[in-house]
C-alpha cells in the first residue's frame, strides 16, 4: 500500500449470534474471545484504518486491545441486518481510501497472507477481490471505493455479496490456501475447531 492509495479494512460484527445463542464474538476461540482474531487479520492488512461496526454488544468494545488504525461504530440500525451494518462501516471509511477490505467478525482463521496479494489486484477495471477455496467464494473481500455507492443502496440481510454478482469480469479470485476463508463460527459447536491459520 503506498501512501497515495490508502486502504481501509471494515469488520462487521453487529450480528445478534441467534443460532449461537448470544454473546458468541466474546465466547473463547483457541485461547481468545473471537473477535480478537478477525482484528489480527484486519490489522495484519496493508490499511490505513480498521472500523469496527459493532451493534447490541457493547460488551466486545472492552476487549479490544488499543490500536492508533482502530476505530468503532455503532450501527443503530443493526437489527436491519447486514446490509445496515456495511453501509454504516462504509460511511465512516475515509474518503481518501481506494478501497476497503470487508472482515466478518466471526471468521477467525482468514488467510492473512492473501491481504497483500489482493491489495496488489485492486488496480485497472478490477472492482473486487476475494479468496477462493473449493471453487467457493470466501473472505474477507476487497472492494473497490467504485462500488461505495452501490453498496449503500443495500438493506436488510443483503451483503455485499448480491453486488459481486453483478461484476462479471470485475470481480476477481486469489487461492486461498485453505479453508479458513470459508470458515465461520455459527454454533457453540463450531469452537472446537482447530486453530490453523496459514
Known amino acids: 500500500m503506498s501512501a497515495a492509495k490508502p486502504l481501509s479494512a471494515l469488520i462487521l460484527a453487529a450480528g445478534q449470534s441467534r443460532r449461537f445463542g448470544g454473546g458468541k464474538l466474546r465466547a473463547p476461540w483457541n485461547g481468545r474471545p473471537l473477535i480478537l482474531w478477525a482484528l489480527e487479520a484486519a490489522l495484519a492488512a496493508p490499511v490505513s484504518e480498521v472500523i469496527l461496526v459493532w451493534g447490541g454488544d457493547p460488551l ?17 440500525n443493526h437489527l436491519d441486518g447486514m446490509g445496515a451494518s456495511l453501509a454504516a ?36 477495471q478490477v472492482l473486487a477481490i476475494a479468496p477462493q477455496f473449493d471453487k467457493r467464494r470466501g473472505h474477507p473481500v ?57
Open 142 to 198: 476487497l472492494l473497490s471505493a467504485a462500488l461505495f455507492p452501490k453498496l449503500l443502496t443495500l438493506n436488510g440481510d443483503q451483503g455485499a455479496g448480491a453486488v459481486l454478482k453483478t461484476l462479471d469480469e470485475g470481480l476477481i479470485f486469489v487461492l486461498a490456501p485453505d479453508d479458513g476463508c470459508l470458515f465461520d463460527i455459527d454454533r457453540p459447536d463450531d469452537l472446537d475447531a482447530p486453530s490453523i491459520r496459514p
Open 89 to 124: 462501516g462504509l460511511k465512516a471509511i475515509d474518503p481518501k481510501s481506494v478501497g476497503a477490505y470487508v472482515f466478518l467478525g466471526d471468521m477467525p482463521r482468514v488467510p492473512t497472507l492473501l491481504m497483500k496479494t489482493m491489495a496488489k489486484a485492486l488496480e485497472g
Open 60 to 76: 466486545i468494545l472492552p476487549l479490544l486491545p488499543p490500536d492508533p488504525r482502530l476505530r468503532t461504530v455503532h450501527c443503530e
